[in-house]
């Protein structure tokens, strides 16, 4: 069949992403947004990962001026870990631990010690609360191995911008969904109307409208190796409190706390298992660690999973109508923008008519991308002995590990080698074998193979760390760096 017109159920981020790329790329679709008051936005603070400036300023190019100053994000280097028995790890974007340098014989994770936590640019940086190097002539020097953080209801306004700019028409109706052969014949409206299209993106959240309400998907849960299930969320003003650039990720006692960084706001949420606190234990832990909360904290229920395929009939699913996973590592929008741009390939490359086997692959490419997030975030949970409570007790005990085990036992036999990087991580998995390692040697997981360096590499080493701890201190800080960003005279590449 021949696909000429979509219209996309839900006007959050991912079915605003997903109309945007679809128009952007295959301009002569005619692609239309249903925004149902049936269909809420999440709207709290959210973090990403390189792969969202990617999307938007290398694929899609879209002009970064536009988003700075209607979105208004901070930027955001990595995660500092509060986990494991070290007093804190950081996880950059800038895949510190498979590197090597000339004058040293093995890669850099083989070096890696509490006396000096960095081990290059981003990480030094984020140990000193510095996000760009500074220029001679004091303006940042701006580099792609970043994220942002972004309040979500100011992310969907640049977004709805963007996709009237570009002719996506909006359409505000409630709208009940009416199968048609092996899909969706149309989406039909409170007065009548029928909303007819070649294909349509579920992008209605949790809800899964199309997917699993109207065409029954079945659904893969996480829970095995995922245990959290509900997050509060609240925050407060900043006042005097610097703009960090990266999220902070702390143990609690049944989950992990976030801070994610705005420019006039600290956004704060626990993720937590109700298996193992109430809900009203865990707002009270909650409000223990954050005296300042100023806003009145709300629980959000999830689960974890993914459904069989996001790809069935003439419905593509996009986001939460897909699949959820916590957001330790801030991959929400990073989902998205890898389901919006491998749709807009796939009918690009077919001419807009999708064949079953260009079907079956987005399916298996997508369904991937959702394991290879849970078999990550499932490292996080096995290994952090930071406190001793029921949750991580169970969590170090039973937490499945899927494709992730083959990494944890090449690691514990070879420690923090990248040799068998290419063979043990997919080349499309994201977090690539410097992810794992970075996790692993963060959370101390002991191995068969510790490297004890000659003098005269490890003269080099510390030599090297204090060189990069310099650099980090003559760098310009996040309010600095928004400043600069803001003068009139600041030419945009």
């Known amino acids: 069949m021949k696909i000429s017109s979509i219209v996309v159920l839900g006007a959050g981020s991912a079915g605003l992403m997903a109309a945007l790329t679809l128009k952007r790329k295959v301009a002569q679709l005619a692609v239309r947004v249903v925004r149902s008051p049936d269909i809420g936005i999440i709207g709290v603070g959210e973090g990403t990962t390189v792969v969202f400036p990617r999307h938007f300023f290398e694929y899609l190019k879209m002009k970064p001026r536009d988003f700075y100053a209607e979105a208004e994000p901070t930027w955001k280097m990595g995660l500092r870990f509060l986990w494991g028995p070290r007093k804190e790890f950081y996880y950059t974007f800038s895949f510190e631990f498979e590197k090597r340098l000339h004058e040293l014989s093995r890669n850099n994770g083989f070096y890696y010690s509490d006396e000096c936590p960095w081990l290059g640019h981003a990480s030094a940086f984020m140990a000193h609360n510095k996000v760009f190097p500074r220029r001679p002539d004091g303006l940042p020097q701006f580099h792609n191995n970043h994220a942002f953080h972004i309040e979500n209801k100011k992310l969907v306004a640049w977004l709805e911008n963007r996709c009237r700019d570009h002719g996506v028409g909006i359409l505000d109706a409630t709208v009940r969904a009416e199968k048609g052969g092996d899909g969706i014949g149309s989406l039909v409206t409170e007065n009548g109307e029928h909303i007819t299209a070649d294909l349509f993106v579920d992008a209605s959240g949790f809800r899964s409208e ?4 109207a065409l029954g998907e079945p659904f893969r849960s996480y829970q095995d190796a995922l245990f959290c299930d509900r997050a509060v969320i609240g925050g407060w ?33 626990y993720v937590y298992s109700s298996g193992y606190i109430s809900d009203d234990a865990a707002l009270a832990e909650f409000m223990r660690k954050n005296p300042k909360l100023a806003t009145a904290p709300r629980v959000v229920k999830f689960r974890s999973g993914r459904y069989e395929r996001s790809w069935v009939g003439n419905v593509v699913g996009i986001g939460n109508a897909v699949g959820f996973v916590e957001p330790l590592e ?7 923008s890898v389901e919006a741009s491998t749709l807009a390939d796939s009918l690009l490359d077919s001419l807009c008519e999708p064949t079953p086997s260009l079907i079956r692959l987005y399916n298996r490419y997508n369904g991937d991308q959702w394991d290879d997030i849970r078999n990550f975030l499932a490292i996080h949970y096995k290994f952090n002995t930071r406190i001793d409570t029921p949750f991580w007790r169970a969590c170090r005990a039973d937490t499945a590990l899927h494709g992730a085990q083959d990494i944890v036992d090449w690691y514990r036999e070879n420690g923090p080698s990248v040799l068998a990087g290419v063979a043990l991580v997919h080349p499309s998995n994201s977090f690539r074998m410097d992810g794992y390692l970075a996790l692993l040697a963060g959370q101390k997981v002991p191995h068969n193979r ?14 090297h760390c204090r060189n990069l701890a310099a650099e980090a201190q003559r760098g310009l800080d996040v309010k600095e760096a928004l400043q600069a960003i803001r003068s009139p005279g600041l030419k945009w590449s």
């Not at 992990?256 to 600290?266: K, P, T």
């Open 210 to 213: 199309l997917l699993s309400r």
């Open 237 to 269: 003003p900043r006042t005097e409190e610097p703009i960090l650039p990266y999220t902070t990720a702390e143990t609690m006692d049944a989950g992990w706390c976030w801070q994610i960084e705005h420019e006039h706001f600290i956004n704060r949420g």
């Open 330 to 336: 801030a991959t929400a929008l990073q989902v998205i």
């Open 450 to 463: 510790p490297y004890h360096p000659p003098p005269a590499e490890r003269n080099f080493w510390r030599q």
